[in-house]
Structures are given as C-alpha cells and as structure tokens.
C-alpha cells in the first residue's frame, strides 16, 4: 500500500512540476508556455523597423530551471506588399 501511494504522489510532483500554463498575448499572435521547470516563448508581435517599415518580430525563446538556454528572438519579417 506504501508503494502505491509513493508512486502516487510522485506522479502528482511530476505533473505540478511539467504541465505549463498556456498564455496567448494580443501583441500579433505571441504565445508563451509556462511551467515551473521550463517554459517556452513563441514571439510573434507586431513591430517597425528604423526605416518605418511595419513587419514582425518573431522568434522562439526556450529556458529550462530558470537559465535561458536557446533564442533567437528578435527576427524582423517586414509586411509584402502588393501580393
């Protein structure tokens, strides 16, 4: 019966500690997902370069205990124009 509540509790640890909480910003699409051990940050905001071009940035940003281990955020993709 220990083992089982053992097995039981652990599973309950793993899920507090790996499930994220999804958050959607109304920045231009923008989506971060949260959890206690890691998180990941979809970017996609609107934005405008130093010419005045409009466009967005995007890029992925990953961290896991706290330490920001990949990005490549920010990319500028100007708008086409004229399709």
């Not at 231009?28 to 959890?35: D, I, M, Q, S």
């Not at 970017?43 to 466009?55: L, P, Q, T, V, Y």
């Not at 995007?58 to 399709?83: H, M, N, W």
Request: with cysteine; glycine share 8%.
């Amino acid at each position: 019966m220990k083992k089982k509540l053992k097995i039981i509790i652990c599973l309950i640890i793993a899920a507090v500690l790996l499930v994220p909480i999804i958050e959607c910003y109304k920045d231009g699409g923008t989506v971060k997902y949260n959890a206690i051990l890691w998180g990941v940050t979809e970017h996609h905001e609107m934005a405008s370069d130093s010419d005045g071009n409009k466009g967005y940035n995007t890029g992925k940003t990953i961290r896991i205990l706290c330490f920001e281990v990949y990005s490549d955020y920010p990319k500028f993709v100007p708008i086409q124009k004229g399709a």
